[in-house]
């Protein structure tokens, strides 16, 4: 009998067992840093905190709060910009492997939230007043994301974003890209 049981264990274990991923239903945590200009590595970033919820097909909704940090030069001065913005939209699976492993998805967001030009002060350092003002600003997002699993319930992503807001006196298009980290609960 012993040695019937040692090989019903052996044989199960045998049996290649694979995680769930993009499960219906099931809820995730994403952490983005990246950059808004090449050229200036350090100074013109932002962060990003995302909970997703999974739908059907490894498609998921999108809710996410982002800071953005973006400096201007101004003679020998640095002007600071900052964007505190909230994001909903859905992400489509456009392509993936049989196991989910490498997926490439494909996102819609709406944006809005609040800019600040130079901390709301107008006047500069050297007597010069600054004509574009802090406001509300809104618009819609697109997104394209690389996403891999490290384990069962690690992520790692490469995104590239483009942002299109209106309500600002700055640029209107803002292309990005970043990497991630998502955490699967």
Excluded at 42 to 48: A, E, L, Q, S, V
Excluded at 67 to 78: E, L, R
Excluded at 124 to 145: A, C, E, P, Q
């Amino acid at each position: 009998m012993k040695k019937y049981i040692i090989f019903l264990v052996l044989a199960i274990m045998s049996i290649p067992l694979y995680a769930q991923r993009m499960v219906y239903k099931q809820k995730s945590l994403e952490v983005n840093t990246g950059l808004l200009n090449a050229d200036r590595i350090g100074k013109d970033f932002y962060i990003n905190l995302t909970l997703n919820s999974f739908a059907k097909h490894g498609n998921y909704w999108i809710w996410g709060l982002e800071y953005q940090k973006k400096t201007a030069d101004y003679k020998t001065w640095n002007i600071p910009l900052e964007d505190f913005l909230g994001e909903a939209g859905y992400s489509i699976k456009l392509l993936s492997d049989s196991r989910k492993f490498i997926t490439l998805n494909g996102a819609v967001t709406g944006v809005a939230g609040f800019e600040s030009v130079n901390k709301g002060d107008s006047l500069l350092m050297d007597g010069g007043i600054l004509k574009n003002k802090n406001g509300f600003v809104f618009g819609t997002g697109g997104r394209l994301s690389l996403e891999t699993y490290i384990s069962d319930r690690v992520v790692f992503m490469l995104q590239g974003r483009i942002r299109i807001l209106w309500g600002s006196d700055l640029e209107r298009f803002r292309p990005s890209m970043c990497l991630g980290l998502r955490f699967n609960f």
